[in-house]
C-alpha cells in the first residue's frame, strides 16, 4: 500500500501503465478487431477491454485504497460507490470512433482527481507514439520508440495566444452551440482532431481554445484538463468557474457526466 506516493510518483507509475496499455491496443490493432456497439450505441472494442484491465490491474495493485472509475467499468454498471475526494478517471480508449474509422487520434487517459481539482493526469497516443504527462511542477511531452518506451522528455506549456486564435473542436460529435461560440471570434482558425488530444494541444501551445457544448464523460477529459493545468491552462464552466470532477456534479444527468466547457491556454 503506497499511500505515502507524492503525485509526482503516481504519475510516473501512470506513465508505464499508460504505455503498456497503449502497446497492448497496438498489438489488437495488428491481429485485427470487430467492433461492438453499447448500451448508449457508442462502439467498444477488445482493446478498449484489455487496456482497462491494464490499467485497472496495476492501479488496483500499487493504490489499492485510491477508487478508480473506468469508462468500461461504467458502462456495465460497475462504479464504485462513494469514491470520496481522492480517485482515478480512467478511459483506456478515447476517441474509440476514430480508432474503428483507422484513424490515429485515439489515446489511453489516466487522471487523478483530488478534491474536485484534476492533479495528475496522462495521455498515451500509441498510434502517435506520443506520450503526455502532468502534474503540480510541470507538463511533459514524452515520445515514445516502437516498442512504445518512453524516451526523453520535453516540458511543454501553453502559449501566449496571438491572433488568429486556434479553437480546437470535436471531429466527430460537433454540436450548434460549439458552431457559434467558434463564430464569436471573428478570424479564428479551426482544428479538429479526435480524443484528449485537444487538450495536448492547448498544453503544448499549439492551441488557444477547446470549447466542448456537447456530451462527454469526466474520464473522457480529466487527464487531459490535469495536464492543461499543469502546463499553465486552465478549464472553465460555462460562467467562468474553474472547472471541477466528482460524482452527482451534473443535474439531471448520470454520476460522471460532464457540464459543457471551455478549455483554455493562456489567453493575451
Ligand atoms: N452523446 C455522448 N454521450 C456520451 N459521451 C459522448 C457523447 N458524444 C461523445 N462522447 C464522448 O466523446 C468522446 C470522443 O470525443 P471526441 O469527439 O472529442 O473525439 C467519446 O469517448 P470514447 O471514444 O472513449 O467513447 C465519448 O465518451
Ligand atoms: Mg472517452
Redesign the pocket.
Known sequence: MLDHDTDAEILKFCEQLALDAGRRIMEIVHEGFSAELKM?S?PVTLADREAERIILEGLRSRYPQIPVVA?EEAAAGREPQNVGSVFFLV?P??????FVRGGDD?TVNIGLVRAGVPVAGVIYAPARFALYSGAEGGAWEIPADAQHVAKDRRAIQVRSATEPLKIVA????NTPETDEFIARYKGAERMTV??SL?FCLLASGQADLYPRM????QW?TAAGDAILRAAGGITRELDGAPYRYGPGLTPGDEDFANRHFIAEGRLA
Open positions: 448508449d457508442s469508462e478511459d480508449l478515447d476517441g474509440t470512433r476514430e485515439y470535436s471531429r466527430s460529435h479526435g480524443s485537444k456537447g456530451r462527454t464523460m473522457d
